[in-house]
């Protein structure tokens, strides 16, 4: 375990070099530059980087590059930064709790591309279609938000991060002047439906995204919202135009590819027989009659069940999480199994049980109906797990009801 721990820390003190190198050569003098020098010779562009294969990169990625050769400036704007904790249980805490600060920074071009390069991800640039005065307006803002005391945000995936505050930037500028482009995706497609177009090679990442995001993310998304994701940004922006005084000109000037693309996707799997699988283990150990297998065999279920009931509570309620919140997940994960684990081991049977076993199947029956109902959407995985529940519940349901009768009888 210790050197385990010596790795894990190694791996952690060279990931923070690295990150250091490539940000640290514009971070020494970023402050004196003045990038409102020589305006008529800057370009201010989008750039969207493609999906990667990395959990972290998944969704792709959105920054703002300033260019003006007269200064020798080539600059991107980046939003999705955050500090590196000494401790790392810390980190990971602060992480979990929704409380890990984001922050705006800003790196040399050379050294944002070099990542991008290696990954084979790939990287386009749109060039805004700017006057002097709104490149002088979008340099102001970005320097207002690069005072050492606007830099930090709280990150919210859905709503702000690094490509919502590109959207933000140019609604601040333009005003009621800009006219987004209508995709036709608007309206149409929940929070939930829209990532699961990206996690369809990562079936187990999906499923754990599922469980742990509530009904807050079952709403369907209006055009603004889509531009939480990089390629929707990329999209509606191809595509809108600015309207002043009567005259209209395209958001986007010109456009390039910096780094070619590169498909790269996991094979898809199925792991929805896995699921199937233990509802199917239940029920042979019910009908072959191995009472004392079943009940080891529930008591597992039950207890990892259990654990994921506790963990979900703990996201809704002892978190900064707006998205892990009303987490309708928890009317079959609930934590309260752990009482009919406690009355297997025991082999207690009292009215407490059954009143315990008539209110746990009446919970489990109302997520049933709520498969069809509820705002909340399920994934796939878990369906057969809640069949597995019932048929739990209901075998110690009769069982219960049987020795209480016959505690009777002989009493």
């Given at each position: 375990?210790?050197?385990?721990?010596?790795?894990?820390?190694?791996?952690?003190?060279?990931?923070?070099?690295?990150?250091?190198?490539?940000?640290?050569?514009?971070w020494a003098f970023s402050n004196s530059l003045n990038l409102s020098e020589n305006n008529e010779s800057t370009e201010i562009s989008v750039l969207t980087c493609d999906p990667g294969t990395e959990i972290y990169s998944l969704f792709g990625h959105s920054a703002l590059r300033i260019k003006n050769p007269k200064n020798g400036h080539d600059l991107?704007?980046?939003w999705g930064l955050f500090e590196f904790s000494e401790n790392q249980f810390q980190f990971g805490y602060d992480f979990a709790k929704g409380r890990l600060k984001y922050y705006m920074g800003i790196q040399l071009m050379s050294n944002f591309i070099v990542e991008y390069r290696r990954a084979k991800r790939g990287v386009r640039e749109q060039v805004l279609n700017l006057s002097n005065q709104e490149k002088y307006q979008i340099i102001q803002l970005l320097e207002e938000n690069?005072?050492?005391?606007?830099?930090?945000?709280?990150?919210?995936?859905?709503?702000?991060?690094c490509s919502s505050r590109l959207r933000d930037i140019i609604k601040k500028v333009f005003k009621e002047n800009?006219?987004?482009?209508?995709?036709?995706?608007?309206?149409?497609?929940?929070?939930?439906?829209?990532?699961?177009?990206?996690?369809?090679?990562?079936?187990?990442?999906?499923?754990?995204?599922?469980?742990?995001?509530?009904?807050k993310i079952d709403v369907l998304i209006n055009n603004e919202n889509l531009m939480f994701?990089?390629?929707?940004?990329?999209?509606?922006?191809?595509?809108?135009?600015?309207?002043?005084?009567?005259?209209?000109k395209n958001l986007i000037k010109s456009k390039n590819i910096l780094v070619e693309s590169f498909e790269n996707k996991n094979k898809l799997s199925n792991i929805g027989l896995y699921s199937w699988t233990l509802l199917?283990?239940?029920?042979l150990l019910i009908v072959f009659k191995f009472d004392k297998v079943l009940g080891v065999w529930s008591s597992l279920n039950l207890f990892i069940i259990g654990l994921l009931g506790v963990f979900l509570v703990f996201m809704w309620i002892g978190t900064d999480h707006n998205a892990t919140k009303i987490?309708?997940?928890?009317?079959?994960?609930?934590?309260?199994?752990?009482?009919?684990?406690?009355?297997?081991?025991?082999?207690?049977?009292?009215?407490?049980?059954?009143?315990?076993?008539?209110?746990?199947?009446?919970?489990?029956f109302t997520t049933i109906l709520f498969w069809f109902t509820l705002t909340q959407e399920f994934n796939s995985f878990?369906?057969?797990?809640?069949?597995?529940?019932?048929?739990?519940?209901?075998?110690?349901?009769?069982?219960?009801?049987?020795q209480i009768n016959l505690g009777k009888t002989n009493g």
């Open positions: 375990m210790e050197i385990s721990l010596q790795k894990m820390q190694k791996k952690f003190l060279i990931f923070k070099i690295t990150f250091l190198l490539i940000f640290f050569p514009f991107v704007v980046n690069y005072k050492p005391e606007n830099r930090k945000y709280r990150y919210e995936f859905f709503y702000d991060n800009i006219n987004f482009y209508q995709s036709p995706k608007s309206n149409k497609f929940t929070f939930r439906e829209t990532i699961h177009q990206y996690l369809e090679s990562f079936p187990w990442l999906k499923l754990g995204i599922d469980l742990v995001l509530g009904k994701l990089p390629l929707n940004v990329e999209q509606i922006f191809d595509q809108s135009f600015i309207k002043k005084n009567g005259a209209k199917a283990i239940t029920l987490n309708f997940n928890l009317l079959w994960a609930s934590p309260f199994h752990f009482i009919l684990i406690y009355c297997l081991i025991k082999g207690s049977w009292t009215n407490f049980t059954y009143l315990y076993l008539i209110l746990s199947l009446i919970l489990i878990v369906k057969p797990i809640i069949l597995e529940l019932v048929i739990i519940y209901y075998y110690y349901f009769k069982k219960c009801s049987f």
